[in-house]
Every structure is written in C-alpha cells, then in structure tokens.
T-cell receptor
Framework: DAGVIQSPRHEVTEMGQEVTLRCKPISGHNSLFWYRQTMMRGLELLIYFNNNVPIDDSGMPEDRFSAKMPNASFSTLKIQPSEPRDSAVYFC??????????FGPGTRLTVL | GQQLNQSPQSMFIQEGEDVSMNCTSSSIFNTWLWYKQDPGEGPVLLIALYKAGELTSNGRLTAQFGITRKDSFLNISASIPSDVGIYFCAGLAYRGGSEKLVFGKGMKLTVNP
C-alpha cells in the first residue's frame, strides 16, 4: 500500500519566491493535516481538512500561507512570498479519523 | 493552553538496556499516542491509548495512559540499535471547535551498540 506521498522532498528557494508543497493522502482517508516541524517549536498543526473542507486553519501562521484540497486525493500548501523563517520540514498526514494519523516523509524547505 | 511536556529531552543508552520516557500535561486528554520519527522520515504511530489506566504493549514497547488523564509513559525493553530516533507523545485535544493532536517536543534516543 502506498503511504502518504509528498513532493518535493527538498526545496531550496530564495526569499520572496512562491513555494508550493504537494500531498497525496492515503486512499480512503477523509482527513488531511498539514504540519510544520522546527527545532524550536516542534510539530505544529497548520491546517486540517475533513472531506476536502478546511475545518481548522488556526495554526496557519499568516496570510502568506494558504492551503487547498480540490479533491480527496490531492492537497497543496502554498507560501507566497516565502521568508527565511519559513524554513522547516512540512509534513502532510492523513487519517480516517483524527486520532491515528499517518504521516508522509515530509518536505524540507530552505528559504535563503 | 494544552501543552505536553516530554522528559527527558534526550537519552543515551547501551544496547540491551531498557528505557522509559514520560509525557505530562496540566490539561486532561482523552487519548494519548506515541510516535517514533526516524531521521528524514515522518512520525510513525507506535501505540494509541484510549482509556485512563490503560496499559498497552506492542512488542518491546509498553505504554500507559495515566489514571489522572494528564500523563503517559512509554517503556522500551531490551533496546536495539534500530530504536534510535525521536519519540513523540501526542494527546487528542478539543480546541477551537475541532479535535486535533497536540504533540510534545520529542525525546531523542541514541542507542550505542
């Protein structure tokens, strides 16, 4: 079975550029989560979708961040414009219920 | 807010030793989970606990849901080199009108062969 798929695995960009991270959840899962992981703050939930609808985006840092889930098999997290403080590992996770979430391998983002 | 405090933050042990790690909170959680993260990978669920006082094993791993619902511990027995990684506790919280997982900062485990 394919797990959660994320792309790209690594992204290096310059400050001010737009960054788009992609996620394909596990088939049949109806919940999708975007997390950010840093040394200082650990794992933080950014946004949570249920049945493709954003349920809670209170963790999204600011208006530069946006997330979409156009269908059950695809989601994007966009940062525009990117800043050096956005450098982190971004994880996508999916589940059939909130509790048992399955994480993707993550995208390591570096903003220079 | 609902935060989880994990201790210790790191441990260095010899292969074959047992290790115990703890997670506490000032808030009550109705579900506790333990995840492991290998370098360069996402966290993987190890054990989920759903009832206060519950003791659950998964191979060499044993976890307990504290009776006060404010803490949990994870034990690893007879450690092996592949146990190396970061272990996270997580609690299911109801916040802002929805349920979500709150994660501890993690405990980095090093196992010396």
């Amino acid at each position: 079975d394919a797990g959660v798929i994320q792309s790209p695995r690594h992204e290096v960009t310059e400050m001010g550029q737009e960054v788009t991270l992609r996620c394909k959840p596990i088939s049949g899962h109806n919940s999708l989560f975007w997390y950010r992981q840093t040394m200082m703050r650990g794992l933080e939930l950014l946004i949570y979708f249920n049945n493709n609808v954003p349920i809670d985006d209170s963790g999204m840092p600011e208006d530069r961040f946006s997330a979409k889930m156009p269908n059950a098999s695809f989601s994007t997290l966009k940062i525009q414009p990117s800043e050096p403080r956005d450098s982190a590992v971004y994880f996508c996770a999916s589940s059939s219920r909130v509790v048992e979430q399955f994480f993707g391998p993550g995208t390591r983002l570096t903003v220079l | 807010g609902q935060q989880l405090n994990q201790s210790p933050q790191s441990m260095f042990i010899q292969e074959g030793e047992d290790v115990s790690m703890n997670c506490t909170s000032s808030s009550i959680f109705n579900t506790w989970l333990w995840y492991k993260q290998d370098p360069g990978e996402g966290p993987v669920l190890l054990i989920a606990l759903y009832k206060a006082g519950e003791l659950t094993s998964n191979g060499r791993l044993t976890a307990q849901f504290g009776i006060t619902r404010k803490d949990s511990f994870l034990n690893i027995s007879a450690s092996i080199p592949s146990d190396v990684g970061i272990y996270f506790c997580a609690g299911l919280a109801y916040r802002g009108g929805s349920e979500k997982l709150v994660f501890g900062k993690g405990m980095k485990l090093t196992v010396n062969p």
